[in-house]
């Protein structure tokens, strides 16, 4: 090795993030880019892989190198998934990466393949039901909507393992990413299931499997041109961006659940032993010998960003002050979530979003502390069904951007009656990314953690009465609602103005 810091890298929905990190977890640089998410019509969500994951990835390397790649010992990069990039025989990108469970267009297909291999199945032996969160729909949709893709596609990548490509040449994938890649793995042989995959997938090449943290190649001599890495340098075979970030902040053990507030909302709890639900995703661990249960919610951040942008784009600080000045309840408004259809536990892509009670009286304030409770009442329906297939969970660890400031978090610890640890640093995946990096190649022991809990959100009780009266109102308003939204839906499924 030439150097001893670890790089993380990771490819987000909204913007990708580096970090350097020395053996003992301390943080030497970071580094941000936007990106662009396409939505080109309802349903659809797409990256320009291009542009998005390896643009992203040679902008944050000439910002954190700093012209010395020989620094970097070895590298991890995740990313959003599961997701489907069509690629050619060489690896280049045939259309857009089609991306994980935001993106519902093959209903249609998720219907037919478990009408093909039968819901309980599919349950048994993935772990997961068919979802918009599945990569075997996704490929049965490309197959079936863009012939000539198909016809020239060789490879799919989710945005690591398309990273990873093009640093090392080596066409891989981790198990864990491949155990959300329904209904192509079996997850308790932890292979492929070469008979399903050669007829939802006929002819497409599989990617070699390896572990999170195992090392997959090193950086070629043309990556090591185009990056600035040094030729040579170990890269890790990395894994999907929420698992990733649990290991950043130490949930590796059974009973901790990791919450992070992003773009949407995603939980992972680990487990003792393998569960499978209809409701959630049964996964493999970032670790061999690890299950996980997981849930993800459509919307978190992005409908934050909604309301802002529909109020003239005000500071942030601005619509908390308004949303903190309010009761719980927002004097009465109640919302449902589901402005991108709801995945966990409805996986209900038709599911459409709604502010009920609204009066003239109501302001933007008091909007934005509904859509923010909304949330709250979707993390604690995920939570109620985590805890019913995986058993009780002992500690909620919260990460990511929306846990800066008190007011979302505090909320949410009001709604679940749950407190919630906070690290005292949030670094995301890309910090898991380099401790996988790390244990690797021998510069951290795998048993050692590199994050500290710094504060913890305690639920408060004067609250709790307040929020299980609307808690109950909020899923009993989806069941009310659930037909005219789906034929609204239905309505909306046309191709976006240009």
């Excluded at 001893?4 to 880019?33: C, F, H, M, Y």
């Excluded at 492929?192 to 190649?217: I, Q, S, T």
Aim: glycine share 12%; charged share 20%; with cysteine.
């Amino acid at each position: 090795m030439s150097g001893e810091l670890l790089l993380g890298l990771d490819i987000g929905t909204q913007s990708s993030k580096g970090v350097l990190a020395r053996p003992d977890g301390e943080l030497v640089a970071r580094a941000e880019r936007p990106h662009r998410l396409s939505l080109p019509r309802p349903g659809w969500a797409e990256h320009d892989a291009e542009a998005a994951w390896w643009g992203d990835v040679l902008a944050l390397l000439d910002e954190l190198l700093d012209g010395d790649g020989d620094a970097v010992a070895a590298l991890c990069v995740s990313g959003i998934g599961p997701c489907v990039l069509a690629a050619d025989a060489a690896g280049a990108p045939l259309r857009p990466a089609i991306l994980y469970g935001i993106d519902t267009r093959a209903t249609s297909e998720i219907a037919e393949l478990t009408d093909r291999y039968g819901g309980d199945a599919i349950l048994e032996r993935c772990g997961s039901p068919l979802t918009s969160q599945a990569v075997g729909p996704k490929l049965a949709w490309l197959r079936r909507h863009e012939p000539a893709v198909w016809a020239r596609m060789e490879r799919w990548f989710m945005a690591s393992s398309f990273v990873v490509q093009r640093l090392t040449g080596e066409y891989v994938l981790d198990h864990h990413s491949a155990s959300q890649s329904d209904p192509l793995y079996d997850i308790s042989a932890t292979r492929f299931a070469d008979d399903w995959a050669a007829e939802v997938a006929p002819g497409l090449a599989l990617p070699r499997l390896l572990w999170p943290g195992e090392v997959a190649g090193e950086v070629s001599g043309a990556a090591a041109a185009a990056t600035g890495l040094a030729a040579g340098t170990p890269v890790c075979a990395g894994t999907i961006d929420a698992w990733a970030e649990a290991v950043s902040v130490g949930v590796r053990r059974p009973g901790e659940v990791m919450m992070m507030y992003g773009s949407t909302m995603f939980l992972v709890q680990m487990l003792a032993h393998p569960a499978a639900d209809a409701r959630l995703w049964g996964t493999l661990g970032v670790e061999p010998g690890t299950h996980c249960l997981a849930a993800g919610m459509a919307t978190l951040g992005t409908l934050a960003e909604w309301l802002r942008q529909l109020c003239g784009a005000p500071p942030y600080e601005e619509l908390t002050a308004e949303a903190r000045a309010l009761p719980a309840g927002a004097e009465g408004l109640l919302a449902l979530p589901y402005f991108a259809g709801e995945r966990t536990p409805l996986f209900d892509p038709a599911a459409r979003g709604l502010v009920c009670g609204l009066t003239l009286r109501h302001g933007r304030g008091h909007i934005y502390r509904a859509l923010l409770e909304a949330t709250a009442y979707g993390v604690r329906h995920n939570l109620e069904a985590l805890e019913e297939a995986g058993g009780a969970s002992r500690r909620l660890v919260a990460v990511g951007g929306g846990t800066r400031g008190d007011l979302w978090t505090q909320i949410v610890s009001d709604v679940t009656g749950r407190p919630q640890d906070l690290p005292q640093e949030t670094l995301g995946a890309a910090y898991g990314d380099a401790w996988l990096a790390a244990v690797a190649v021998g510069l951290t022991p795998a048993e050692r953690d590199w994050t500290q809990i710094g504060a913890v959100v305690e639920p408060a009780e004067a609250n709790a009465a307040r929020y299980d009266e609307l808690y109950g109102h909020f899923r009993a308003l989806y069941g009310a609602t659930a037909e005219v939204s789906h034929a609204l839906a239905e309505l909306q499924d046309v191709p976006a103005a240009s």
